[in-house]
């Protein structure tokens, strides 16, 4: 029963009360003592009753989330049973409620989603397989802003051969130019690019942030094969060490070691993302020597046939 309902029954019997009392001829200040017990009655009933009814109704609402919440029963099922035990009024608020919570777990489920299937052949004739949410090109594990990796995805480092060719490839550059060179920034989890990410967002907007930053599953770093280098005395991880001697060098020779330039010169159309002479990505020698192009590096993109570019 709804608020409305009790309303209008207290004042029918009120009335039909009153109405026998004067049919039987009352005496007039009997009849406005009546009718005085008669508004008091009313009063009472909706007064008391109402605050019990909606108290029952809260807990019968809070149970019929909790359980779409526990069971994610459709709205539909939901809205059902409550059309049953409620009156139309209190249903829709219900409903409304329901739909409320059952959207949101349906954005949790979305987000959670694993990379999505890319399986098929670039425009360059390659092949796009698709294993356990990793996409791989010709064997060649890709991550960019088309192709992302899954949430779940963390070698927890940079592999050891990628470790191993990297130490190689700064044992190098200290044995010739007696400086040190190092992997500043090496593997990255999902939630640590996200939160790196949503802070460049917060700071520049998420136009410029796109430029020189990865969405969360779309970053390199989160493969494990990806490092940002930084050398003593050179501005790290910005475009200070562009056109440096330490930058030219690993262009010329970061190849020789399996590295590749990521994200060259001139491509940001092509990789999505500004020059960065720091950034440097394990694909082995046989791959690094064709995109080292001698000397006119070429990207995966190019190479390959694919987009870089977020859906
Ligand atoms: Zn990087």
Redesign the pocket.
């Known amino acids: 029963m709804n608020k409305e309902l009790i309303l209008w029954i207290s004042i029918i019997i009120a009335i039909i009360y009153l109405a026998i009392l004067y049919m039987k001829g009352i005496k007039k200040k009997k009849m406005i003592l009546n009718t005085i017990i008669a508004v008091i009655f009313v009063l009472l009933v909706n007064l008391i009753k109402i605050p019990l009814l909606s108290n029952a109704n809260n807990e019968e609402k809070d149970e019929e989330v909790t359980t779409t919440i526990t069971t994610k029963t459709t709205t539909t099922a939901t809205t059902t049973t409550l059309l049953v035990t409620e009156n139309p009024t209190t249903t829709k608020k219900i409903t409304t409620t329901t739909k409320a919570k059952t959207t949101k777990i349906t954005t949790t489920t979305v987000e959670s989603t694993e990379a999505p299937d890319y399986t098929g052949t670039t425009s360059k004739g390659y092949k796009i397989e698709t294993k356990n949410g990793i996409t791989y090109i010709d064997g060649y594990l890709i991550a960019n802003k088309t192709y992302s990796l899954p949430k779940s995805y963390n070698p927890g480092s940079l592999t050891s051969t990628t470790k191993s060719a990297a130490s190689e490839m700064f044992d190098a550059f200290i044995a010739e130019k007696g400086v040190k060179m190092w992997a500043q920034?090496g593997f990255r989890s999902y939630d640590t690019q996200k939160s790196i990410y949503e802070r460049y967002v917060n700071r520049d907007g998420q136009k410029a942030a796109d430029r020189y930053s990865a969405r969360p599953g779309h970053s390199?770093?989160q493969s494990g094969l990806?490092?940002?280098v930084c050398v003593t005395g050179y501005a790290c991880?910005s475009s200070g060490f562009n056109d440096t001697m330490p930058a030219q060098w690993l262009s010329e020779n970061a190849h020789k070691y399996g590295f590749i330039l990521r994200y060259p010169k001139g491509k940001e159309e092509i990789t999505g993302y500004k020059h960065?002479s720091?950034?440097f990505r394990y694909v082995g020698k046989e791959l690094a020597e064709k995109l080292y192009n001698d000397g006119n590096w070429i990207t995966m993109e190019e190479y390959f046939g694919i987009d870089s570019k977020y859906q």
Do not use: Y
Request: hydrophobic fraction near 40%.
């Open positions: 920034s390199e770093h990806a490092f940002d991880i960065e720091w950034h």
